[in-house]
């Protein structure tokens, strides 16, 4: 899901530019490892802030990155993780999922493709 947030995400900010590779999907597991981590030690603060934080400076300093692939990326990852947290059966380490959270997680793929058509479209 992350890979069609991070593909919805560079469509938004570069529509134009030709983009490949699946970075925006690799930000979104380190949004996942980041909701883990909240969810394990209680805090936000620690070694999966830091890669973000590394890798989107990275992103933002290189020429020819896509940040909206990248943002786009991380936002899927975080709210796919959080519909298996808070809408699950339990804990999101666990990976057990109710009916809530698999409606959470088609939300943000449903949204991911939505965004990227009326983008593509001209709509949005």
Avoid: C, D
């Amino acid at each position: 899901m992350s890979g069609l947030a991070g593909s919805a995400g560079a469509l938004l900010i570069t529509p134009l530019a030709l983009t490949v590779g699946a970075s925006g999907a690799i930000f979104g597991i380190l949004g996942a490892l980041l909701i883990i981590e909240w969810q394990t030690t209680g805090r936000l603060a620690g070694n999966a802030m830091t890669w973000i934080v590394i890798n989107l400076a990275l992103s933002f300093v290189i020429s020819n990155i896509s940040i909206g692939g990248h943002v786009g990326g991380l936002i899927g990852g975080i709210l796919v993780t959080l519909a298996f947290a808070n809408w699950g059966r339990g804990h999101a380490a666990f990976g057990r999922v109710g009916t809530l959270g698999i409606i959470g997680i088609v939300a943000v793929a449903v949204a991911s493709v939505a965004i990227a058509y009326f983008k593509v479209r001209g709509y949005a």
